[in-house]
C-alpha cells in the first residue's frame, strides 16, 4: 500500500528489476513516497527477535471471540464462532 497507481503486477515488475524495494527506491523510484514506503515494510516485516511469553495451554472461548468480531462488524464470521460453542 501507499504508491499510488502501484498494483501488485507493477510492484512484482519493480522487485524482480530492482531485487528489493530499497534497490528501487535508491534507484530513484517513487520519490515521494520512499520514506512511507520504508515504514510500510518495516511495519509488515516479521520481527523474528520479539520476545513471545510463555502461555499456558487454554480452551478458545469462542462465544467472547463471538462478542468481540460482532462490535467489530463482523457478525457473519462472529456466528460461525458461536456455531462452534
Known amino acids: 500500500?501507499?504508491?499510488?497507481g502501484v498494483g501488485p503486477g507493477r510492484?512484482?515488475?519493480v522487485l524482480v528489476k530492482h531485487g528489493t524495494l530499497e534497490a528501487a527506491l535508491?534507484?530513484?523510484g517513487f520519490p515521494d513516497?520512499?520514506?512511507?514506503?520504508?515504514?510500510?515494510?518495516?511495519?509488515?516485516?516479521?520481527?523474528?527477535d520479539a520476545p513471545i511469553?510463555?502461555?499456558?495451554?487454554?480452551?478458545p472461548d469462542?462465544?467472547?471471540?463471538?462478542?468481540?468480531?460482532?462490535r467489530w462488524?463482523?457478525?457473519g464470521l462472529g456466528q460461525r464462532?458461536?456455531?462452534r460453542a
Not at 1 to 4: K, L
Open 26 to 28: 535508491e534507484a530513484g
Open 73 to 75: 462488524g463482523h457478525a
Open 11 to 13: 510492484a512484482a515488475a
Open 53 to 59: 511469553p510463555e502461555l499456558p495451554d487454554a480452551e
Open 33 to 48: 513516497r520512499a520514506e512511507a514506503l520504508r515504514e510500510y515494510r518495516r511495519i509488515a516485516t516479521l520481527q523474528t
Open 81 to 83: 464462532l458461536r456455531d
Open 1 to 4: 500500500p501507499g504508491a499510488p
Open 62 to 70: 469462542w462465544a467472547s471471540a463471538a462478542a468481540v468480531l460482532e
